[in-house]
Nanobody, 122 residues
Framework: QVQLVESGGGLVQAGGSLRLSCAAS????????MGWFRQAPGKERECVAA????????YYGNSVKGRFTIATDNFKDTVYLQMSSLKPEDTGIYYC???????????????WGQGTQVTVSS
């Protein structure tokens, strides 16, 4: 059973930066992908970034390209999401998830963290 613990959310002004962390435990060799998803009130959960644990393959949503960076630290079994030039529309609950295939589809991920709130004020 994989357990994920997110941290790093908070309140920031537009243009600011935050770094989210997701520490994984219990991950197996089959759990090869990590995704960061966000969900705003009244909206569907969307994938903002995803990465293979090897770090070879990365995906970014169009709305965050050039502003967010996803990276892994395999020694710490942790994935980071560095968010810069934040906008009010980046506000939402951010979840990390682990799955067996790199995908932007939430259903392809088997394990989820509890979520961390990110609020960007204008």
């Amino acid at each position: 059973q994989v357990q994920l613990v997110e941290s790093g959310g908070g309140l920031v002004q537009a243009g600011g930066s935050l770094r989210l962390s997701c520490a994984a435990s219990g991950r197996t060799s089959r759990d090869i992908a990590m995704g960061w998803f966000r969900q705003a009130p009244g909206k569907e959960r969307e994938c903002v970034a995803a990465i293979s644990w090897s770090g070879d393959t990365k995906y970014y949503g169009n709305s965050v390209k050039g502003r967010f960076t996803i990276a892994t630290d395999n020694f710490k079994d942790t994935v980071y999401l560095q968010m810069s030039s934040l906008k009010p529309e980046d506000t939402g609950i951010y979840y990390c998830a682990v799955g067996g295939v790199l995908s932007t589809t939430p259903a392809r991920y088997n394990y989820w963290g509890q979520g961390t709130q990110v609020t960007v004020s204008s």
